[in-house]
Nanobody
Framework: QVQLVESGGGLVQAGGSLRLSCTASGRTFSRYVMGWFRQAPGKEREFVAAIRWSGGRTYYADSVKGRFTISRDNAKNTVYLQMNSLKPEDTAVYYC????????????????WGQGTQVTVSS
């Protein structure tokens, strides 16, 4: 099993920034891929970003390209999501995800999920 602990959510005004963190632990954590999804009220969960642990290749949803940056810290088994120029439509619960399968084009199907952290962007 892999455990994921998220932090960094909160309330921010439009145009502001937040950084989410997610630390992975567990004997089966293979450091293959991690990412972020989000779910807004009344909507389905959607992909935000992912990063391959080896080589650091990154993938982004079109809606966040140029505003969000995913990165990793190998020593800490931690992935970050730096969110800049936030918009009210970014308001959602953000979920960290790990392992699973990711295609060359970035279609990501995780095996493990975090508990979620709320991000609220006010207009």
């Amino acid at each position: 099993q892999v455990q994921l602990v998220e932090s960094g959510g909160g309330l921010v005004q439009a145009g502001g920034s937040l950084r989410l963190s997610c630390t992975a632990s567990g004997r089966t954590f293979s450091r293959y891929v991690m990412g972020w999804f989000r779910q807004a009220p009344g909507k389905e969960r959607e992909f935000v970003a992912a990063i391959r642990w080896s080589g650091g290749r990154t993938y982004y949803a079109d809606s966040v390209k140029g505003r969000f940056t995913i990165s990793r810290d190998n020593a800490k088994n931690t992935v970050y999501l730096q969110m800049n120029s936030l918009k009210p439509e970014d308001t959602a619960v953000y979920y960290c995800a790990a392992e699973g399968a990711i295609s060359y084009t970035g279609a990501y199907f995780p095996d493990y999920w975090g508990q979620g952290t709320q991000v609220t962007v006010s207009s």
